[in-house]
Structures are given as structure tokens and as C-alpha cells.
């Protein structure tokens, strides 16, 4: 993923030197683009697995990568768009242990597998600056696992949620054709699921929730056609 990003960068590099940032274009904005994204999102879980164990100590914060592809229409300052983007969490999943130190003893853990969503996005555009707000729908999955290395047992549950997703931002064209961005999004996802008793050490009312979902990031956008 690194080189990845410096190898955009470097492409971004070489248009700026080429391209004046104040190029006088019709409609600098419209077009395909594509690019990618990275951030933080808040994310928590709660519920209950057992009498002895509260799900609430699970969150699931961490660093997000992603990318987005869309296109642009443009009339004089108002701007139209749709954007498609997906993200992955890159902190990994959370662990928490339940009866420690029995031979019951299990890891609990949860994980954002990924986001994605479909917005519209209406903007004002001025000069090289745009701002923007946007809303579609947005799509997510979430993982609830339990690992029992002493007997051994591993269950896992995949949760599965779409809702309304929300947010703004301000982009920059340091370079015609190349844009930096700054955005939030909120992700209306309060995903839910009962847990089966086929875990081995979950009560019979266990049950796991996933709390809506904020993002904070920023991205690297080119575009690709006029």
C-alpha cells in the first residue's frame, strides 16, 4: 500500500509541474475520477456474550485505507456528482478474553471487514476550492469471532447492514486534474445478530450490536476525462 501512494504522488508531482494550479479551464471540475483515501473511523460494539462477559469493551477505532471513483458535472460554480467508495479498517480486530484463566477461557474479538457506500454529492466551487455535501447509501460488514485455543473451538458470525450514509468536505486542485481532500462521514449502520449457543461459552440471550460508524480522512483524487 505504501508504494502505492508515493507512486500516485509522484504522478501528482509531475502534473503540478507541467500544469499551472491557475489554469484557466471552462469547468476544471467535471469528469471521471479516481483516487485514494485514508483516515480514522470511531466504531464500537455492545451486547453480551455471557453473564461474565460484556461486549461493550470491544471497540473497533482504528485507522482506514480505501479508494473512490466518480465523475463530476459542472455549471459555472454548482457542481453535481456521483461517487462510489469502498475502505477497509487496518488496525485489525479488537480482543477481549472471557473466563481467563479456566480451560474455558476464550478471545472474543470483532472487526469492521469494510465500508462502501453510493453518494451524490453537490458542491460550490471557487476558484480551486470546492465544498461540498454529500448522502447515498452506504453498505457495511462486521466480524464476531470466538477462539478457544485449550479445547479447541472457533465460531464466527458475520454481520452483514445498509443505511443512510452522510457527510461533507472540502477539496483543493493543487494542479489541474489533481485534488486533495478532507472529509467526514457518518455511516448509519447499527448492525445486529443473536449468537448462537453453538458457541461454547455463550449464554443463551447472547447477542452482539455495532454502533453507527464516523469516518474522518483524507484523499488523493485525479482525474481521468473532461
Known sequence: MKQIYLAILAVAAAIATLTPANAQ??????????????????NSA????????DLSGLTLNGAIVGGQLGYNWQSNQFLFGIEMDASTRAGGEDTLVANPGTVNA?????DLNYLASVRARLGW????????????????????????PQVPFSGKIRVNDN????????????????SLRAEYLRYDLSAGSTISTNFLTASGDANIGFDNVDVARAALNIKLSN
Open 25 to 42: 479551464v471552462e469547468a476544471p471540475w467535471r469528469g471521471f475520477y479516481a483516487g485514494l483515501n485514508g483516515g480514522y473511523a470511531w
Open 46 to 53: 455492545n451486547g453480551k456474550f455471557n453473564n461474565a462477559t
Open 106 to 110: 476464550a478471545n472474543i474479538s470483532a
Open 125 to 148: 466551487a471557487i476558484n480551486n476550492w470546492l465544498l461540498y455535501g454529500t448522502v447515498g447509501w452506504g453498505f457495511g460488514e462486521f466480524t464476531f469471532k470466538e477462539d478457544m
Open 163 to 178: 443505511g443512510l450514509v452522510f457527510g461533507g468536505g472540502v477539496e483543493w486542485m493543487v494542479a489541474y486534474g489533481v
